[in-house]
């Protein structure tokens, strides 16, 4: 069983490494210790990965655990990215502490939730089981709610009780979605908990109950819609995100919105196998073209740095949903690439936009100017990054729009002006606040910083090396994901 | 895969890493600007001469050959392909490329110790580079890559002087319009993709594929609308052109003169590409509009550039000129193949690609020297230029060339193409459709009202810079320019000459591309009487020497001079005529304003002009004014009829859609009620 | 006892959890609201566990259990102990007016039975008319949150949606598998020490625990 | 070989005899206006007088002011190898048809126009912006009527509308009629004539094409002058060419030319009287009004244009 032994480690890892940092946190040597526990999650994902990669798709853990094509490649990612992101925090979060923005316990329970949200995205993506899914779900919203309040400013927990209450509530539908779930499964797989392994339930998809499987979806797409950020649910995310601390704004954007995603196409997998309908593909198109343009029009006006990106990160949430939605190879090849370099290209930009408002101690974009001349390494990974989010080539972000437009324009063609909209009005958006940030003179009271410029630059030449060339082996991967999905 | 031979497209691939390397070189060596200069733009014009033999090349060969490399996604690896349509583009730009990038190793120095400039020298590579993948793409991916490759480059360039607002300014609508435009072409490869092969795998995306297909005609027109949507928009086709006049001037002048000169033209390509090539089947409606908008793009940009003052800013609004009568070729192009009159195509098409050419060489020349005005003086605004063709005389003359060249005078370029047009236009009687029949005539009308206002804008702007009396009131500084910047005009002066005086050879090389795109053939008539006699159809229809008129004018200058200065009188210097008025300062010289007011006059009604005349009183007696102030303000009236609106409505939009995000939590939690509750409601 | 009786009682304390639900959403005192929670997770835990005796499902007596330590005493000791410990105000007022509310309650019920008419034709579990009663609960927790401004009262709304979300699981499935009961129960915990530590961390910044207050986040300006 | 004997010919007689037509056009306007009218040779004098005086320069005329007069006058001569006056047989015919005619008066135009700007005066600017801005509406109004003539012709070359106007076959066409007039109008305003502009005049704020030449003198102003007889003369025989080509040699029988001349003769004779009349007729216009007279000018064509393709 050295598969389970992969695992053990990929979930083991991060859970440990909570444990000791909970002590240890404001330790000189806590942020390395950090990125070590990262580094080895991360190893362990690649181990796990190239199994999968050899084998294709397994159960481990007694059925507890399956990893397949879909939820391998959304594991590395996630541990790669929590990687980047904890060798960003290193410098990022030092200084907080130095300007006493952040206390020793803060110091302590960031390091040790950081890790403790890795883990609980982990579980998310390799459990078998629908149940444990919501539960991992709801343990990465609490890991993180708190560290969204770890300002402690008045906006910085106006913020995180948003985010409680809402994803609570959010989470509280999906968790009923699954009761229906199960009571449709248990009566055709007999009661236990094999009615709650996916890998059992999508095996009999088509005999499992349609109205209650589509009365299932809807708490299941409100809930863990809820947590994707799809518009009217988004309320929270706007404002989670930017009071945050830098890096967990980075992951919840780059990560964790993934995760939910991931969840949601789950279920709406066994739903579409189940109803032989459009039905559930047209909820998710509904709600990515509202989240479309709803976060594109908001775009329009922000003057927070941070929560500008948020927004940007509800349009882009939009754009995957939309096209799960649509179906098709094209599209969900399209949908997986997207969630890929969307959450490489957004974490990058958060990394960036992190030094940029440490350097003038304001995330106002209006007071955050001359970064190519400030700290060029920062000015330009905001510029590029800013330029992937936004769909230039020959970033990845434009590679998966390209997938997603094309079949758009071929099976809903009237969806695309919409979409069309959407996307122009958000480039103009963020382009027009990007380059007065990155342009111009430096102003008198920006202050240089450490910057951590690897991970920028890692995940900038990932983006653009996979808007130039998609290797075999990530190929494949989403061409049997896609098989798993369609 | 590429193999180690030597054919046009490995040397076209050559090029574009020689420009990858130059970016590399340029990042490498930025510590050390007085090397990187040289080394770098000698390094994009050996890239450029690469790709222009390579072009010239390929449309002398008259077959394509194509690649595919092992980049891009898997099911839809990046291909290549070098048929003469593709080659005469590669060619065109990089023959203007190899002239720029001369010139900017003069022209770049300037900017030492000014500011970084390994920006510059990294963007100008991958710009260039951009330009020719673009040409070379043949797939839609790899297309809309190197496409915006080129665009984003170029926005870097346009922002290079990033500390004033105006270049940030339109540098964003420049990339707002530019991406705009990109998505529009995106979704028209998707309709053709779609269509091709359906979504099941990626072998639709490839312009093989398309041009395999028999698109349905309602969807082929939603494709080429889309695609000249967003090739319009790049080309700077009324009314999508605002930003142009924006965006060129601000750049350096290096930049400006590739902007304007090739990379307009890659959208022309782009037109070309998709109607003639990949759709193939053209209603004849399609030509009508493309025509139309020529039409009104060639006169509305060369009356908006007859009213401008900043030299660049003309400069540009002429591209948008010139443009618009490369379109009206391509209009009618569109409109004789849809009638399936195929010779009289190929004589639209090559009207249309002969003047894309033309259009890059003068516009190229006269941007590189209102570049050197520039440097030299400081100034892009002309009214403070003046007398400078005896500072600068090598410019002067070159720049004048220039001038001539893009007002349709014989014997040079400019005039054979629009001569071409002409005749292209005569031919309508042949035309089935009565309407069209009717209206290409009136089409060529408004093509003569726009050669002559482009005469009249470009004695301006001749006059006004380099003649007459400095005009300024702080007297500068001004020395001729160094050696790579007029060797560079130079030779950009040349081709205008010899592609005015040797038509015919030209037409001859290129005729292979209107044959493939149109089915109609040029050569044999276009030569029928010799090289020196340009036949277009026939030589009793119409015929033009270039050599002659050049030669026959030369000849008679010569024999007049010798006559008269057999015994020539004497010259002398002596005050001008001053109405016996003894204090004729500079200031009273005709100016830019001046200069245009009768047009102005005349075509008001198309601007938006506030024009203010402000009385000083003097203290002691009113009815003689101290002093009159004048000022005159004239705004592109496609500002406020099309972007203000949209931007208007964006940030109506964007308050009413902010009203979402109140604030309250409980309102957030009835959200998410009655979303519950519809979705209930939609399922059962 | 036989299955006749067992039913009965089922359906009473199904009654009984939604009437409990109802007077949540009247009641205005904060105390009185604690101690219908206490009463409704009571209701909850005595129905787990005849479900589970009914159904041989042995696991579910360790819900029924866990329900009572975590619903009946953990719960509301912690919001007793907050209450005092903050000082809080003992009422509360409400957004829409109470009548209004409760009619609102009432089209929730209606509509909820409707919607789980399907099911009940497919179940042939002895519960199955329960779900409508907890759909209805869980949409009376949320009209709970949506009408109240106080932030302890948003939370006793949120605990109530998930009594019925309990509620649902036991009656429409004889409950979930254990692992995933148990990860509920410690998601719920964690949750109790979190809105704990909200609680004070909001008294504190804003010296009261309105919510009304929290609404600087927005777009509107 | 006969071809450029014609050709030589013509080029000589276009030289050696505008002056004469302009003389000649002098003379009957101050008999038209009763006055005693110099010689027909008067013109002649003029030039030579010219020519032999010294020349002075503006201080800060360039190259282009010294350069302006032989092209203009080097335009004028290639033009009078093209058009056919006695012939059709015009070996440099090939070199330019119709529309390159109107575009190398353009460039002897724009020339003129920068030598106006070139001295730094107020009036040589003026000049040339008011002789652009006429031209910029004159020329496609030309264009236009010649669009008209030679879509009927099916030919741009002029030796060929000839030919084919000068057939038998061909009959009085509405839309040549039309465009006649329109041409009419556009050669009063591209010579300089009177409701367009005054040659006679030094008024500086009414004058246009003389604004522009204002600081010319000697050799220069001798070129200029001859060109722009020239010019007249060139635009009264293209219009006989092209609306009356009654005579013109049509054959490469050089028997034909001395009666081509004699029609020549009598056809320019003739076409002086009507612009002496017109010229006697009207008053110089205001230089906005002019917009209305190159408008009906264009107007005029575009009927022309229209009748072609409605009416035959």
């Not at chain 1, 390091?111 to 883990?119: E, K, P, T, V």
């Not at chain 3, 360790?62 to 102990?81: C, F, G, M, Q, R």
């Not at chain 4, 920068?114 to 040339?128: E, K, P, V, Y």
């Not at chain 4, 040699?249 to 002496?276: C, H």
């Amino acid at each position: 069983m050295q598969n389970s032994a992969v695992l053990l480690i990929l979930l083991g890892t991060p859970l440990f490494a909570a444990a000791v940092l909970a002590f240890v946190g404001d330790r000189r040597f806590a942020p390395e210790v950090n990125i070590a526990g990262s580094a080895a999650t991360f190893a362990a994902g690649l181990g796990l990965a190239f199994e999968v990669y050899k084998q294709g798709s397994m159960l481990a853990g007694g059925n507890f655990f399956f990893v397949d094509a879909f939820n391998v490649y959304l594991a590395v990612l996630t541990s790669f990215v929590s990687m980047t992101t904890a060798i960003f925090s290193r410098p990022y979060m030092r200084r907080e502490r130095e300007h006493g923005r952040v206390g020793h316990w803060g110091m302590r329970f960031y390091h040790a939730m950081f890790q403790l949200f890795i883990f609980a995205m982990l579980l998310c993506l390799l459990t078998n089981n629908i149940g444990v899914l919501w539960i991992a779900m709801e343990l990465a919203t609490l890991s993180t709610v708190l560290l969204v309040s770890l300002y402690r400013t008045p906006t910085a927990i106006e913020a995180a009780w948003k985010y409680f209450i809402l994803c609570g509530v959010g989470i509280a539908q999906a968790l009923f979605g699954t009761v229906l779930l199960y009571f449709a499964a248990e009566r055709v797989l007999g009661e236990g908990g094999q009615a709650l392994l996916w890998t059992n339930l999508s095996l009999v998809s088509d005999k499992l109950e349609p109205t209650i499987l589509s009365l299932a979806f809807v708490f299941l797409m409100v809930g863990y819609g809820t947590k994707v950020g799809l518009v009217p649910l988004h309320n929270w995310l706007p404002d989670a995100h930017s009071e945050g601390p830098t890096p967990i704004s980075a992951v919840l954007s780059g990560l964790l919105l993934n995760i939910a995603l991931y969840a949601l196409v789950r279920c709406k997998v066994l739903v579409d196998g189940a109803t032989h309908s459009h039905h559930a593909g047209d909820i998710m198109m509904g709600f990515g073209i509202l989240s479309i343009l709803v976060a594109s029009f908001s775009l329009l006006r922000q003057k927070d740095i941070k929560r500008m990106f948020s927004y940007s990160s509800i349009e882009h949430m939009g754009i995957a949903t939309f096209a799960f939605g649509l179906g098709g190879p094209v599209a969900t090849f399209g949908a997986l690439l997207h969630m890929l370099v969307h959450s490489l290209a957004k974490s990058a930009i958060f990394f960036t936009v992190g030094h940029a408002s440490q350097m003038h101690r304001t995330q106002e974009m209006d007071r955050i100017k001359g970064l190519f001349k400030g700290n060029p390494l920062v000015g330009w990974g905001f510029m590029f990054g800013a330029m992937a989010i936004v769909g230039m080539p020959p970033f990845g972000v434009f590679t998966s729009e390209f997938l997603i437009l094309t079949a758009t324009m071929k099976s809903a063609p009237l969806m695309t002006p919409f979409l069309l909209l959407g996307l122009g009005v958000a480039f103009a958006a963020i382009f027009r606040k990007v380059q007065t940030m990155v342009a111009g003179d430096v102003p008198e009271y920006q202050t240089p910083v450490k910057a951590a410029h690897v991970p920028v630059m890692l995940h900038m030449a990932i983006v653009l090396a996979i808007g130039i060339y998609l290797p075999d082996f990530l190929n494949n991967w989403f061409h049997t994901a896609v098989e798993l999905i369609k | 895969m590429i193999q180690l031979t030597l054919t046009p497209l490995n040397l076209a691939s050559f090029a574009i890493i020689l420009l990858l390397a130059q970016t590399a070189i340029a990042s490498i060596l930025r510590k050390n600007e007085r090397l990187m200069v040289p080394v770098c733009f000698a390094l994009s014009s050996a890239a450029s001469f690469a790709a222009t033999a390579a072009g010239v090349w390929t449309v002398g060969l008259g077959s394509s050959s194509s690649a595919v490399m092992a980049l891009g996604l898997p099911g839809l690896p990046f291909h290549l392909r070098l048929d003469p349509l593709s080659g005469y583009f590669l060619g065109l730009i990089g023959l203007l490329s190899f002239f720029v990038s001369i010139y900017s190793i003069g022209y770049v120095k300037g900017f030492i110790g000014h500011r970084p400039i390994a920006r510059l020298c990294i963007f100008y590579g991958l710009f260039i580079a951009g330009m020719f993948m673009v040409v070379l793409a043949d797939d839609a991916l790899f297309f809309l890559i190197s496409w915006e490759t080129m665009a984003a480059a170029s926005y870097f360039l346009v922002m290079f002087e990033d500390e004033r607002v105006e270049n940030r300014r339109a540098a964003f609508l420049y990339i707002v319009v530019a991406h705009v435009g990109a998505v529009a072409i995106l979704l028209a490869f998707g309709v053709m993709a779609g269509l091709a092969t359906g979504f099941d795998n990626f072998s639709g995306f490839t312009f093989d594929a398309m041009r395999q297909a028999d698109f349905p005609p309602e969807w082929a027109t939603v494709a080429f609308l889309l695609a000249f949507f967003g090739f319009g928009a790049k080309a700077g086709i009324v009314p999508m052109h605002v930003w142009l006049p924006e965006a060129h001037p601000v750049a350096p002048s290096n930049v400006s003169a590739l902007m304007s000169g090739v990379m307009l033209k890659t959208a022309v390509y782009g037109i070309l590409r998709v109607t003639f090539d990949l759709i193939k089947i053209i209603p004849w409606w399609w030509g009508a509009l493309v025509l139309a908008l020529g039409i009104i793009s060639a006169l509305m940009g060369i009356l908006y550039a007859m009213m401008e003052k900043d030299l660049k800013r003309l400069l540009a609004y002429s591209s948008v000129e010139n443009i618009g009568i490369i379109m009206i070729g391509v209009g009618m192009a569109m409109v004789f193949k849809s009638f399936g009159q195929g010779i009289f195509a190929a004589l639209a098409l090559i009207a249309a690609l002969y003047h894309a050419v033309n259009h890059a060489m003068f516009k190229g020349l006269l941007f590189m020297g209102a570049g050197a005005v520039l440097h030299a003086t400081h100034e892009r605004n002309m009214e403070e230029m003046g007398g400078l063709i005896h500072k600068m005389p090598w410019t002067a003359a070159l720049f004048l060339i220039g001038c001539v060249s893009i007002s349709a005078l014989p014997p040079f370029n400019g005039f054979v193409s629009e001569w071409l047009t002409f005749q292209a236009f005569l031919l309508s009687p042949a035309l089935p459709s009565p309407l069209m029949k009717l209206l290409m005539p009136l089409g060529a009308a408004l093509l003569a009202l726009t050669a002559a206002l482009a005469a009249a804008c470009f004695v301006k702007a001749f006059g006004v810079t380099f003649l007459g009396n400095w005009r300024g009131r702080h007297r500068t500084q001004v020395q001729e320019t160094c050696w790579p910047i007029r060797i560079a005009m130079g030779m950009a002066a040349t081709s205008c000459l010899l592609l005015g005086i040797l038509p015919t050879v030209f037409i001859d090389w290129m005729d292979v591309i209107a044959e493939q795109l149109t089915g109609g053939k040029l050569a044999t008539s276009a030569g029928a009487v010799g090289w020196m006699w340009l036949t277009p159809i026939a030589p009793e229809r119409a015929s033009y020497s270039g050599l002659v008129v050049f030669s026959g004018i030369l000849a008679v200058y010569a024999i007049v001079y010798i006559i008269l200065h057999v015994n020539p009188g004497k010259i002398r210097r002596g005050h001008v005529w001053d109405c016996g008025f003894e204090k004729l300062t500079n200031r009273m010289q005709y100016n830019a304003i001046s200069f245009s007011m009768p047009i102005r006059r005349i075509f008001g009604f198309l601007f938006n002009i506030k024009e203010e005349v402000r009385l000083v009183p003097q203290q002691a007696h009113s009815a003689f004014p101290q002093k009159l102030i004048y000022s005159l303000r004239i705004r592109d009236r496609f500002w406020n009829w099309i972007y203000k609106p949209v931007a208007d409505a964006s940030f109506w939009l964007s308050r009413r859609v902010g009203r979402l995000q109140q604030g309250r939590i409980n309102t957030y939690l009835i959200y998410s009620f009655v979303t519950i509750i519809l979705l209930l409601l939609f399922v059962r | 006892m036989n299955i006749q009786t067992i039913t009965q009682i089922n359906s009473f304390l199904a009654a009984f959890v939604l009437l409990t639900a109802f007077g949540m959403l009247a009641q205005k005192k904060i105390n009185s609201l604690i101690h219908l929670f206490t009463w409704q997770g009571l209701f909850l835990s005595i129905n787990t566990a005849i479900v589970g005796y009914v159904a041989g499902r042995h696991h579910l007596y360790i819900s029924s259990v866990l329900t009572l330590a975590l619903k009946v005493i953990l719960l509301p000791y912690i919001l007793h102990l907050l209450i005092a410990r903050l000082k809080i105000r003992k009422d509360v007022e409400t957004i829409v007016n109470i009548p209004a509310t409760m009619l609102i309650g009432i089209a929730l019920v209606i509509f909820s039975y409707h919607l789980t008419a399907p099911v009940r034709e497919l179940s042939t579990f002895i519960t199955r008319s329960t779900l409508a009663i907890a759909l209805a609960t869980v949409m009376i927790g949320l009209l709970m949150m949506i009408t109240r401004k106080h932030a302890v009262t948003q939370i006793i709304g949120f605990l109530a949606m998930e009594n019925g979300l309990f509620f649902a699981a036991t009656s429409a499935t004889y409950g979930m598998p254990l692992v995933v009961e148990l990860g509920v129960a410690l998601d719920v915990l964690i949750a109790a020490f979190i809105f704990g530590m909200f609680f004070f961390q909001i008294h504190t910044t804003f010296d009261s625990l309105d919510v009304d207050q929290m609404a600087r986040l927005k777009e509107e300006s | 070989m006969a071809g450029f004997i014609i050709e030589i010919l013509q080029i000589a007689l276009v030289i050696g005899l505008a002056p004469i037509f302009a003389g000649w056009v002098k003379m009957l306007k101050c008999w038209s206006q009763g006055r005693s009218s110099p010689s027909i040779l008067q013109p002649y004098r003029n030039l030579l007088k010219l020519f032999s005086k010294d020349i002075i320069l503006a201080e800060n005329a360039s190259w282009i002011f010294r350069f302006t007069p032989y092209l203009v006058f080097g335009t004028g001569v290639l033009v009078s190898a093209i058009i056919p006056l006695l012939s059709t047989d015009l070996p440099l015919a090939l070199t330019a048809d119709v529309i390159v005619l109107v575009s190398l008066f353009a460039i002897a135009r724009f020339f003129t126009a920068l030598a106006g700007m070139d001295i730094g005066t107020a009036f040589g600017g003026m000049g040339s912006s008011r002789e652009m801005m006429i031209a910029s509406i004159s020329e496609p109004a030309m264009l236009m009527a010649i669009f008209t003539v030679s879509l009927s012709c099916g030919s741009t070359s002029l030796s060929r509308i000839v030919e084919v106007i000068y057939s038998p076959a061909s009959v009085i066409k509405p839309s040549l009629a039309f465009a006649f007039i329109a041409f009419v109008l556009i050669t009063l305003a591209e010579t300089g004539r009177v409701p367009v502009d005054n040659p006679a005049t030094h008024l500086e704020l009414t004058m246009v094409h003389e604004a522009m030449i204002l600081e010319y003198s000697g050799r220069h102003l001798a070129l200029i002058e001859w060109a722009g007889m020239m010019k007249l003369f060139l635009f009264i025989s293209l219009g006989v060419a092209l609306f009356a080509p009654v005579g013109i040699a049509v054959s490469t029988n050089p028997a034909g030319i001395p009666l081509a001349f004699v029609y020549l003769s009598l056809k320019l004779g003739f076409s002086g009287i009507v612009i002496v009349l017109i010229e006697t007729g009207l008053a110089k216009m205001r230089l906005f009004r002019l917009t209305e007279f190159l408008g009906a000018a264009f107007l005029m064509a575009t009927l022309g244009m229209l009748s072609f393709f409605m009416l035959e």
